[in-house]
């Protein structure tokens, strides 16, 4: 025991328990902002992220061009019979847009132009997903010197929830997907109103699926119906898509139902998202 | 310089290099590419590697780097993994140096309690507070540790020939 407790053992422990003394405290007061071991190697590591980042998707694409070719020429066919069907469609709501605005004018509308949106948003990129197998968690490439902040929700450009930010860095945050299970967000059905909450959930977690819990009448619940956040509880603004739900099961202690939402993002490849920085008033 | 001196530096290089190439397998290549459904955790089995071959001093100064890497690819603060593994590293090298023998077998024993210290520090907080299903935790630990161990031996040798150089 004394050989154990020897000072070169008893230096390693201390360096050791003196990091992590004094990651605990900076993490404690910094309300939010990385701890010193982040701030101190993010200048180092983002460089590493976002460089490993791009030559595995790089290496990917290239897997699935190799391996995947048949499948791709099958799917090319389909997409241009796709595009000729969607270049179609474009050309009749052109036709429509005209006469709706024709119309507006002789009614005196203004026109609601894309800049509207009800959100501030700043655009990012994804560089590194967390390697723990019990939490879904990413890093993003920009910090507070972007004007990103702690609880800013985190979208698809189609408008789906991906997560929330948990951490802000200088130039680089840290963002929990909406399976993670430490994420829990107000939810409401587009279709029937009906609330409740939708949290990650352990058993759902390899799936890659969502809880819907807290529902007050869960025959107001369908196989499809879209959830929406709800606004409320304040971790997400109103309106986003979380996902659809895909079946209703039985809570395991037999008192109610859950719904299993899927996510409307994919998380396995979303890339560029933007963050929530504000929601404009009115 | 001494000769000592500079096989000291040589081997804080190696060392420094392989565990730089093993956060970049870890931390931003596999996390994308699960094995038997799991992230395989290589850091710790390095941390089991470098105490079986220098002992607890050195075990411990690995640990402490692994720890804190793995505590950057798991986009937490440096406290558990840095603490956990600074720990595995000083007991192994310690029980290397008084009870077990060098060699392959002492180093995959040795490498298994490393990831099942790893797995029970983060699976107990999911299991008190998070309130997991025993199952589904236990399940995700089996698939961590599986993939994991496929690359224990590669560490290994890898930790063998640096030991021989320096």
């Known amino acids: 025991m004394k050989d154990l407790i020897s000072k070169k053992g008893i230096i390693i422990a201390a360096i050791a328990i003196v990091i992590a003394l004094v990651a605990a405290v900076t993490m404690a007061l910094s309300g939010g902002n990385a701890d010193f071991g982040r701030v101190l190697s993010e200048p180092v590591f983002k460089p590493l992220k976002s460089a490993m980042s791009g030559l ?65 948003l700043k655009d990012v990129t994804v560089i590194s997903w967390t390697a723990s197998n019990f939490s879904s968690s990413f890093t993003i490439n920009r910090g507070e010197t972007y004007g990103i902040e702690v609880g800013d929700a985190v979208i698809t450009a189609e408008g789906y929830l991906v997560g929330t930010v948990t951490e802000v860095g200088v130039s680089s945050s840290t963002v929990v997907s909406i399976i993670d299970t430490t994420m829990s967000v107000g ?29 007050a009448n869960t025959s107001n619940v369908f196989i499809g119906d879209s959830v929406l956040s709800s606004g409320r509880g304040g971790s997400s603004p109103a ?16 008192h109610g139902s859950y719904a299993v939402v899927k996510p409307a993002a994919d998380l396995s490849s979303v890339s560029d998202l933007y963050v929530i920085t504000d929601v404009k008033a009115g | 310089m001494s000769e000592s001196r500079k096989r000291l530096m040589a081997r804080i290089l190696l060392f420094a290099v392989f565990l730089l190439l093993s956060y970049i397998l870890q931390g931003l ?51 558990m993994f840095t603490l956990t593994l600074t720990f595995v590293g000083i007991t192994v090298g310690y029980l290397v140096e008084t009870v077990l023998v060098k060699g392959l077998f002492s180093y ?12 029970s520090v983060e699976a107990v907080s999911y299991l008190i507070w998070g309130g997991a299903p025993a199952a589904a935790v236990l399940d995700v630990g089996i698939r961590q540790t599986a993939a994991s161990a496929l690359f224990a031996v590669p560490v290994y040798y890898v ?6 150089l320096v």
């Open chain 1, 56 to 120: 595995v998707s790089s290496l990917e694409d290239i897997y699935g061009y190799i391996y995947r070719y048949d499948s791709v020429v099958a799917e090319n066919a389909a997409l241009k019979e796709r595009i000729a069907e969607l270049e179609k469609d474009s050309r009749e709501y052109t036709e429509i847009i005209e006469e709706n605005e024709r119309l507006r004018s002789l009614i005196g509308f203004s026109r609601r132009g894309s800049d509207e949106l009800p959100y501030e």
């Open chain 1, 187 to 215: 939810a409401i059905l587009s279709d029937t109103d009906e609330t409740g909450i939708v949290e990650g959930d352990f058993s759902l977690f390899k799936e890659s699926r969502l809880k819907l819990g807290y529902i």
């Open chain 1, 239 to 254: 309106g986003l898509i979380i996902g659809t739900v895909e079946s209703i099961k039985e809570d395991s202690t037999g």
């Open chain 2, 29 to 79: 290549v596999l996390n994308r590419r699960s094995i038997f459904g799991a992230n395989p955790l290589i850091l710790p089995l390095v941390t089991a590697a470098a105490a079986i071959f220098y002992g607890r001093v050195t075990g411990g100064a690995v640990g402490i780097a692994c720890g804190f890497l793995m505590d950057l690819a798991y986009n937490q603060p440096t406290i």
């Open chain 2, 108 to 119: 995959c024993v040795s490498a298994l309690a490393a990831l099942f210290i790893c797995f």
């Open chain 2, 159 to 164: 930790a063998l020939g640096i030991s021989k």
